[in-house]
C-alpha cells in the first residue's frame, strides 16, 4: 500500500516553462488536495477536488490548474512558471466520507520546485 | 475558512525533558490533526483528533472542543522528535487550514 505518491521529488524550471506535478493515492479516497509550504509557513491550499471530475480553488489558486479525471490521479499544472511559484508542494487525499465521519488527510512526501 | 494559532513558535528543550504545544482553533471542528514535519520534509501523521484524547507511545493529545483548542504533549523527548510540528484543522469541509508550526529542538 503506497499511500500518496508525488513525482517528481524535484525539479528546477526556467521562467515561463511549463510542467505538471503528479499525485496518485490507492486508497481509494474521493478527497484530494494540493498544497504549497513556503519558508516559515504553514500549508496554503491551491486547489482541491472532491471527487472525479469536480475540482475547485483553494486559498492560493492563481498560476495553477488542475484536473480530476480518475479517483487515483490529481495532477498539478504549471502553465508559465514564475519565481514566486518556487515553493514545496504536497498533494493530499482522504477519505471523503461523511458518513463515518472520517476525514483524516494522508500526505505525499512533496515536490521542491524551484523557479529561476 | 477556519483559523488555526499554534504556540509557541519555537521550543528548545533538553533531551529527557516533556512539553506541550498548544493549537487554538476559531471554529467547530470535525477534523482536526497533528504532523510532524521532520528535516527531510516528510510530513509524519501523528494524530487524527477531532476531540477526546488519544495516546501513542511518548506522544499524546487532547481536543477540548467546545473550548476550541487542542495540545499536544511529548515525553522523555528525543532528538529524533526535533522538526516543526503542525496542527490542521477543518469545520465543515474537507479544506485544512495549517497553523504556521511550532518549531521543535531537542538538544543531546
Known amino acids: 500500500n503506497a499511500g500518496v505518491t508525488q513525482t517528481p521529488k524535484f525539479q528546477v524550471l526556467k521562467t515561463g516553462q511549463s510542467m505538471t506535478l503528479q499525485c496518485a493515492q490507492d486508497m481509494n479516497h474521493e478527497y484530494m488536495s494540493w498544497y504549497r509550504q513556503d519558508p516559515g509557513m504553514g500549508l496554503r491550499l491551491i486547489h482541491y477536488?472532491?471527487?472525479?471530475?469536480?475540482?475547485d480553488q483553494g486559498e492560493v489558486p492563481n498560476g495553477y490548474n488542475v484536473s480530476r479525471s480518475t479517483t487515483e490521479d490529481f495532477p498539478l499544472r504549471l502553465l508559465s512558471a514564475a519565481p514566486s511559484q518556487t515553493s514545496v508542494y504536497f498533494c493530499?487525499?482522504?477519505?471523503?466520507?461523511?458518513?463515518?465521519?472520517?476525514?483524516?488527510?494522508?500526505f505525499g512526501q512533496g515536490t521542491r520546485l524551484t523557479v529561476v | 475558512g477556519i483559523q488555526v494559532e499554534q504556540s509557541p513558535p519555537d521550543l528548545i528543550l533538553q533531551e529527557g525533558a516533556n512539553s506541550t504545544l498548544r493549537c487554538n482553533f476559531s471554529d467547530s471542528v470535525n477534523n482536526l490533526q497533528w504532523f510532524h514535519q521532520n528535516p527531510w520534509g516528510q510530513l509524519i501523521n501523528l494524530f487524527y483528533?477531532?476531540?477526546g484524547t488519544k495516546q501513542n507511545g511518548r506522544l499524546s493529545a487532547t481536543t477540548v472542543a467546545t473550548e476550541r483548542y487542542s495540545l499536544l504533549y511529548i515525553s522523555s523527548s528525543q532528538t529524533t522528535d526535533s522538526g516543526v510540528y503542525f496542527c490542521a484543522a477543518t469545520s465543515n469541509d474537507y479544506k485544512l487550514s495549517f497553523g504556521a508550526g511550532t518549531t521543535v529542538t531537542v538538544r543531546a
Open positions: 483528533i477531532p476531540s
Open positions: 477536488s472532491v471527487g472525479a471530475g469536480i475540482t
Open positions: 493530499a487525499s482522504s477519505r471523503g466520507d461523511r458518513r463515518t465521519v472520517d476525514t483524516e488527510a494522508f
